[in-house]
Nanobody, 124 residues
Framework: QVQLVESGGGVVQAGDSLRLSCAASGRTFTSYAMGWFRRAPGKEREFVAAISWSGDNTYYQDSVKGRFAISRDNAKSTVYLQMNSLKPEDTAVYYC?????????????????WGQGTQVTVSS
């Protein structure tokens, strides 16, 4: 089992930045690729970013490329999502997840463990 706890969400204005953190506990952190997903009100959950177990490979949804950056600190068993130039359409609950597909994957079905989520609200 892997337990994931997100933090860092909040209410910001358009153009601001936020950094989300996700602390993992339980099984060996480097056994998993990590991902961030989000669910906006009335919408389906969508992929945001993913990172391989080593951090060497990253993947992004097109709408966040150049604005968001995913990283991980394996010594701290933590994954981060740096979000810059935030837009109102980034408003959502953000979830981190762990996948045994160690190379990284954008597909939610490949993720075995999920956090409870953290709310990000971007006002215009």
């Amino acid at each position: 089992q892997v337990q994931l706890v997100e933090s860092g969400g909040g209410v910001v204005q358009a153009g601001d930045s936020l950094r989300l953190s996700c602390a993992a506990s339980g099984r060996t952190f480097t056994s998993y690729a990590m991902g961030w997903f989000r669910r906006a009100p009335g919408k389906e959950r969508e992929f945001v970013a993913a990172i391989s177990w080593s951090g060497d490979n990253t993947y992004y949804q097109d709408s966040v490329k150049g604005r968001f950056a995913i990283s991980r600190d394996n010594a701290k068993s933590t994954v981060y999502l740096q979000m810059n130039s935030l837009k109102p359409e980034d408003t959502a609950v953000y979830y981190c997840a762990a996948s045994p597909v160690r190379s990284g994957t954008p597909w939610g079905k490949n993720y075995a463990y999920w956090g409870q989520g953290t709310q990000v609200t971007v006002s215009s």
